[in-house]
């Protein structure tokens, strides 16, 4: 086997928790074309299994992930526009898979997160961080831009600090990226992180699983939307929907009745 062939591990948890891991830890946990497709891979799967209500995005080592790697780099550097512009559109796919997951998707950061790494974080829908993490996004100190990541790395810090970032490529700290937006808890180093992060399970194993599904939806739908006629029906009928589905009925009833719901594990 291969250094690449185990360098995406999919880990199964208990309570319908999955863990995508990025397992290169003597190359920073750096991408290129052979892993980007296994990373679309293994998310495609566990977006597809019933039994996944979470997923979390993690990676072995003292990083997160250098972004991309350098053989990557320097055979795209050879390759044709039109290669080149293929391997974009991959790692476009990437993002976007991540990004839209059906469900929750816990983003833990440890050391450095770079380049396209930086965008990863973004696609996550909660990010967990250490004091020691940085950021940065380099791709100018090579001569290049941020480009397929910066659609979801501009959502979460802003137009603002991304037209700061993307030109300078200076590093960030964890407490920037939260304050910025692309880190939402920053703990005092791993052992708390892992700690953080099985709290935030435990709560998202209260929530009806289709339920997230929905709300995650939602943001998609009203974010950067006029409040008009249109996302006001629209919001209208989301909620009705979902109060007459099955998920909803029961969870609804379970208050009611001050009983939990059929979805959470003490009632199983």
Same mark, same amino acid.
Request: net charge negative; hydrophobic share 40%; aromatic share 4%.
């Given at each position: 086997?291969?250094?690449?062939?185990?360098?995406?591990?999919?880990?199964?948890?208990?309570?319908?928790?999955?863990?995508?891991?990025?397992?290169?830890?003597?190359?920073?946990?750096?991408?290129?074309?052979?892993?980007?497709?296994?990373?679309?891979?293994?998310?495609?799967?566990?977006?597809?299994?019933?039994?996944?209500?979470?997923?979390?995005?993690?990676?072995?080592?003292?990083?997160?992930?250098?972004?991309?790697?350098?053989?990557?780099?320097?055979?795209?550097?050879?390759?044709?526009?039109?290669?080149?512009?293929?391997?974009?559109?991959?790692?476009?796919?990437?993002?976007?898979?991540?990004?839209?997951?059906?469900?929750?998707?816990?983003? *833990?950061? +440890?050391?450095? !997160?770079?380049? #396209?790494?930086?965008?990863?974080? =973004?696609?996550? $829908?909660? %990010?967990? &961080?250490?004091?020691?993490?940085?950021?940065?996004?380099?791709?100018?100190?090579?001569?290049?831009?941020?480009?397929?990541?910066?659609?979801?790395?501009?959502?979460?810090?802003?137009?603002?600090?991304?037209?700061?970032?993307?030109?300078?490529?200076?590093?960030?700290?964890?407490?920037?990226?939260?304050?910025?937006?692309?880190?939402?808890?920053?703990?005092?180093?791993?052992?708390?992180?892992?700690?953080?992060?099985?709290? *935030?399970? +435990?709560?998202? !194993?209260?929530? #009806?699983?289709?339920?997230?599904? =929905?709300?995650? $939806?939602? %943001?998609? &739908?009203?974010?950067?939307?006029?409040?008009?006629?249109?996302?006001?029906?629209?919001?209208?009928?989301?909620?009705?929907?979902?109060?007459?589905?099955?998920?909803?009925?029961?969870?609804?009833?379970?208050?009611?009745?001050?009983?939990?719901?059929?979805?959470?594990?003490?009632?199983?």
């Amino acid at each position: 086997m291969t250094e690449q062939e185990n360098a995406v591990l999919l880990n199964r948890r208990p309570e319908g928790i999955t863990e995508v891991v990025l397992n290169r830890p003597d190359k920073r946990n750096a991408f290129d074309d052979v892993i980007i497709q296994q990373l679309i891979t293994a998310l495609t799967e566990v977006n597809q299994d019933a039994d996944t209500r979470v997923v979390i995005l993690r990676s072995e080592g003292k990083h997160f992930s250098a972004g991309a790697d350098l053989g990557w780099m320097r055979r795209m550097a050879e390759n044709s526009r039109q290669e080149n512009l293929d391997d974009s559109r991959e790692l476009a796919r990437l993002m976007n898979v991540l990004n839209h997951l059906s469900k929750p998707v816990i983003g *833990l950061v +440890q050391g450095a !997160a770079f380049g #396209g790494a930086v965008g990863l974080a =973004a696609c996550c $829908d909660i %990010v967990i &961080a250490t004091e020691q993490s940085s950021f940065c996004l380099s791709e100018v100190k090579l001569g290049l831009i941020p480009a397929v990541i910066s659609p979801y790395v501009v959502r979460a810090i802003g137009e603002r600090q991304a037209r700061r970032y993307f030109i300078s490529a200076e590093v960030f700290t964890a407490r920037q990226a939260q304050e910025y937006g692309l880190v939402h808890i920053v703990c005092d180093d791993l052992e708390a992180m892992d700690l953080r992060c099985n709290e *935030l399970l +435990q709560h998202l !194993a209260m929530n #009806g699983p289709e339920a997230m599904k =929905a709300a995650k $939806d939602l %943001v998609f &739908a009203v974010s950067h939307k006029p409040i008009d006629h249109t996302v006001i029906d629209d919001t209208a009928h989301r909620i009705a929907d979902i109060r007459v589905g099955e998920e909803g009925q029961e969870g609804l009833s379970a208050f009611l009745n001050k009983r939990r719901a059929n979805w959470t594990p003490e009632s199983k």
